[in-house]
């Protein structure tokens, strides 16, 4: 019993080891793919109801959107994204 315990323990622990993580400019890169698709929802809803809801959408996305931005900027991040420019210009996805 303790053995089998152990086994599936250390299988775990190196489950979670292995588990791949995203890194920072990806989550920006979904970050504003969020924020156009709530842009996209908005401009497409047509209830009343969800009008309301699309405006939240745009809302939450924006702000996570502008903390991973900030969170590069604090870690000095620099890659092929222009953190200035993608404030300004959020085009395409």
């Known amino acids: 019993m303790m053995a ?5 323990t250390g299988w775990l622990i ?3 080891r292995t588990a791949t993580v995203p890194n920072l400019w990806e989550l920006i890169e979904q970050a504003k793919c969020d924020w156009l698709y709530a842009h ?4 497409n809803v047509s ?3 969800l009008l309301e809801y ?7 996305s ?3 959107y502008a903390y991973l931005l900030k969170q590069a900027r604090f870690e000095g991040l620099k890659e092929e994204i222009h953190i200035n420019r993608a404030n300004k210009y ?4």
């Open 47 to 49: 209830e009343p109801d």
């Open 4 to 8: 089998w315990r152990s086994l599936l």
């Open 40 to 43: 996209s929802y908005y401009n």
């Open 54 to 60: 699309a405006i939240y959408m745009i809302k939450a």
């Open 14 to 16: 190196e489950e979670q």
């Open 90 to 93: 959020m085009t395409g996805c």
């Open 62 to 64: 924006e702000k996570k």
